[in-house]
């Protein structure tokens, strides 16, 4: 009874964590068309105020990974639990742009230690054969958070001062997954006490086979320093070669960003109202949570490897698919803030009020961080920008009187009413017919982008990461392959326009289905599979290869 109990609450730890994280990501987006009007931010201030999450994030991962190691994982949730709450207050109750940007930033700190945290615990704290599914179960919980993050937008987008009560929703998990660790015994891997706190911890949930090597094991526990991961001490190298591959090719692969467009894609596919677009993006999301919940059932079946594999070639597909139908029917791309400064612009937003939020990134709040498993702060970040400067530029073209609620129930609310854009071509050239099919065949490929992503890089990546490292250094190595992957993320997303000027969009589509067959290539001669084995086997198994 208390090992099912164990399970049970390790797995509640696990998706609570995951969904704080994925709600925290999708918030914003919602939140940024209120707090535009309300603090009056210029497009400056709406990038700062997205990339202060990503900015607390990154030093979390900094120096994250010491606080797992040296003060134990059950710790270090704990403490990233109580810091998310004082986050969570400062927001609710901010009253200046600064104190937003403190308040995300700290939640930033909070949810990148907590998701460090989570994966690693959990990982050893159960069985070999349950680890797949119960470390899996953080990506499902971050995919259910982003899309209660899109529900909760939906529902406050009329409220006055809705984005406290967005901001102030994620109290609730937070608090929940605070008691539920203090229920979990101490961490099972601390290097001073691996003996006792194996017996509390680790054994109860294995069988003597695994008993056995635990019982074997004190002695062979080392102490590692930060640069053995660079050593060839115990084959460190080449495992941290397969951390910093998964994490960089899974940005690489360009999912912050094909989510982060993905509205636009929408309406050229003829979902030309705001509302329609919102549901199909949520039936996005939807499609993320069912792809997780079989990648978690994979798992330990398949294994890591082979969903890997599978995922990244659906992937490669999917982006090259759509660089090649919008090298034949282009998709009209707007460039942020210069577009909505450019004079035409704004005369056609006088003329047609309504145009701008029915035909512009009005619904792109809703897609930013679909794609965000963990490493998801990009998508965010690139599609809410562009999302704020065209509120932005609506605003201030149209003089809007900040104070008037009913003003901002007009431009906050607008995705909830059916207003109908052009019904008729978006874009000349190549005959109607023939463009509503490439149309499709870009939005399917789009789907099995997002499903290909969830089955494999999604939780694969964090499941290998809290695998492959021995447990005397596995915080610090997880926490360095974490800072990396939100670095590249940041720079995914903030490069995007740019490449698109350089080389076109459907040369970006095309370069991302490269590094898709590159990342297939690097699994198959890097990764190993480890489904099925004790984390002691997993580390022998490295130790030995050379």
């Not at 615990?121 to 982003?146: D, F, K, N, P, W």
């Amino acid at each position: 009874g208390r090992a099912l109990l164990i399970l049970l609450l390790s797995a509640t730890v696990s998706l609570l964590g995951g969904l704080i994280f994925g709600y925290e990501l999708g918030i914003i987006s919602g939140a940024l068309l209120q707090l535009q009007i309300d603090f009056h931010l210029s497009c400056f201030k709406q990038e700062v105020l997205v990339s202060a999450l990503l900015t607390g994030a990154l030093l979390a991962s900094l120096v994250g990974g010491i606080l797992i190691d040296h003060h134990g994982r059950r710790r270090a949730i704990l403490v990233s639990s109580l810091v998310l709450l004082v986050g969570s207050l400062i927001l609710t109750l901010a009253r200046s742009f600064i104190g937003l940007v403190i308040g995300r930033m700290t939640v930033g700190f909070a949810i990148s230690v907590s998701s460090m945290a989570c994966c690693i615990y959990v990982s050893e704290m159960v069985a070999a054969h349950q680890r797949g599914l119960l470390v899996s179960l953080y990506e499902a919980g971050i995919t259910v958070g982003i899309l209660l993050s899109y529900a909760l937008n939906y529902i406050f987008a009329d409220v006055d001062e809705g984005w406290r009560y967005m901001f102030g929703l994620a109290i609730a998990p937070t608090a929940m997954q605070f008691l539920s660790i203090l229920f979990l015994p101490v961490n099972p891997v601390k290097l001073s006490s691996w003996d006792s706190d194996c017996q509390k911890g680790l054994i109860q949930l294995q069988n003597t086979e695994d008993r056995q090597t635990a019982k074997r094991e004190p002695y062979k526990e080392k102490h590692y320093s930060f640069l053995d991961l660079f050593r060839t001490r115990d084959n460190m190298r080449r495992r941290t070669l397969v951390g910093l591959g998964l994490v960089l090719f899974q940005q690489f692969t360009g999912q912050p960003n094909v989510l982060g467009y993905a509205s636009k894609i929408f309406h050229s596919v003829g979902f030309q109202s705001n509302s329609s677009a919102i549901l199909a993006s949520v039936g996005l999301g939807a499609i993320k949570v069912v792809a997780t919940l079989i990648a978690m059932a994979f798992a330990d079946k398949a294994g890591r490897r082979v969903l890997l594999m599978a995922g990244c070639v659906v992937m490669a597909i999917s982006v090259t698919t759509i660089g090649l139908t919008s090298c034949i029917a282009p998709l009209a791309m707007a460039r942020d803030c210069k577009a909505a400064a450019d004079p035409n612009a704004s005369h056609s937003l006088t003329q047609h009020p309504l145009m701008p939020v029915s035909s512009q990134p009005a619904v792109s709040p809703i897609l930013p961080a679909l794609g965000a498993g963990k490493s998801q702060a990009g998508p965010g970040f690139a599609a809410t920008r562009s999302l704020a400067k065209a509120f932005a530029s609506t605003q201030s073209r149209e003089g809007v009187p900040d104070s008037s609620l009913t003003q901002k129930r007009v431009l906050i609310g607008q995705a909830k009413e059916e207003t109908v854009g052009s019904t008729g071509p978006p874009f000349g050239g190549a005959p109607w017919a023939e463009r509503t099919v490439l149309n499709w065949i870009t939005l399917l490929s789009m789907m099995a982008f997002v499903s290909a992503f969830s089955i494999g890089f999604g939780p694969m990546t964090w499941l290998v990461l809290s695998e492959i490292y021995p447990a005397g250094i596995r915080g610090r190595a997880f926490a360095f392959c974490n800072s990396f992957n939100w670095a590249a993320n940041l720079l995914i997303s903030l490069s995007f326009l740019d490449l698109i000027d350089a080389i076109g969009f459907s040369g970006m589509f095309l370069l991302y289905g490269l590094m898709g067959v590159m990342a297939v290539i690097f699994i198959y001669l890097f990764v190993p599979e480890t489904k099925g084995q004790s984390l002691e086997e997993i580390d022998q198994q490295f130790s030995r290869k050379r």
